[in-house]
């Protein structure tokens, strides 16, 4: 559904300059093979934004300590075209001469449409690609036999698609590859003040691409999918992000051998992931799955800082909050 979409606005905007969406990139549970929903199920995807032509993209770190996790703003310059003799000269270039290029194309630049002060703006992105979406739908073949409603939202393009007996919903968010790696900069959602022109650092893609590693190498039996739908759907009733869970289940595929996991030693699973998530509650600290792990599967890419930056603490807010850690154990 999402390739006939990426297929169709690519063709409408091959003229513009726009972001160039790339192939959607399927994460989260629906493609690891488990899902903590009990209710529709919840596709996620991560459509890969580059540069138009005459545009560039430079990530910057962002060094504001106080924000959580590693964040970055998507700076956005006109390129150079000249050729180096010419640099400057009067002749066709999205740095010297943007006006130029503007009445000759009639298209504005990507400055002047989906960036805030010269950085690319989470919202105004999501709110373009909706409305494609939106005014695109009667293309697709699909349109004839579902229904689409768009949901809203600022920093992804949430769809429900119905038929009248199925239902399911699709969240596409946005993002920007760091160096040719399995890493991105994304749009999700990170909090309520979560500046415009953020762009969190998403592991979504690595964590995805491990348990599809995972599934290759465990025996046909292996039941650590089900021990971690199971452990997902009970804990997170008891407020416990379904993100520290999974992290518990991928350090444990990570270290105790493929063969353990055969669906025989299923209540064993379970008992070995209770009790590490009890140690990680008592010691409040529970380290990031991806960030500084160099034993991943060579298959899995990492950029160079990202692969040397100690492992950030997942349960750092345990240790800031007495309330908050009392109440965990609680639910534990």
Same mark, same amino acid.
Request: charged share 20%.
């Given at each position: ?12 905007? @091959? ?74 000269? #009067? ?17 504005? #630049? ?112 292996? @039941? ?88 950030? #603490? ?19």
């Amino acid at each position: 559904l999402i390739d006939n979409f990426i297929t169709v606005l690519r063709r409408a905007l @091959s003229r513009t300059f726009y972001p160039v969406l790339q192939q959607a990139i399927g994460i989260g549970s629906a493609f690891e093979g488990w899902t903590a929903r009990e209710e529709e199920v919840l596709y996620q995807v991560l459509v890969p934004l580059t540069p138009p032509l005459g545009h560039l993209f430079h990530l910057e770190r962002d060094t504001d300590q106080q924000k959580p996790g590693r964040n970055f703003r998507v700076r956005v310059e006109l390129e150079c075209r000249c050729p180096r003799e010419y640099q400057g000269m #009067n002749m066709l270039c999205f740095q010297h001469h943007p006006d130029v290029i503007r009445r000759t194309t009639q298209q504005p #630049n990507l400055l002047d449409t989906l960036c805030t002060d010269s950085y690319l703006d989470v919202k105004k992105t999501v709110h373009w690609f909706c409305t494609l979406v939106g005014a695109s739908w009667r293309r697709l073949p699909q349109s004839r036999s579902w229904h689409l409603v768009l949901l809203p939202s600022k920093r992804s393009c949430n769809l429900r698609l119905t038929n009248g007996q199925e239902s399911f919903q699709v969240k596409v968010l946005f993002g920007v590859q760091r160096h040719a790696s399995d890493i991105f900069i994304s749009s999700r959602y990170r909090g309520a003040h979560t500046p415009s022109t953020m762009w969190p650092e998403s592991y979504a893609v690595a964590e995805t691409k491990f348990f599809r590693h995972m599934a290759r190498e465990a025996p046909q039996d292996s @039941s650590h999918l089900k021990c971690l739908q199971l452990l997902a759907r009970v804990l997170a009733r008891k407020d416990f992000s379904i993100h520290s869970i999974k992290t518990i289940v991928m350090r444990l595929l990570h270290t105790v051998p493929v063969s353990q996991w055969q669906r025989r030693h299923f209540l064993l699973q379970l008992s070995d992931a209770l009790e590490q998530l009890r140690v990680s509650l008592e010691e409040k600290h529970l380290e990031h799955f991806i960030v500084g792990n160099q034993r991943l599967p060579e298959e899995i890419r990492l950029p160079p800082d990202v692969l040397r930056a100690k492992p950030p #603490n997942l349960f750092h807010g345990l240790a800031q909050d007495p309330a908050a850690y009392s109440q965990a154990m609680q639910a534990y």
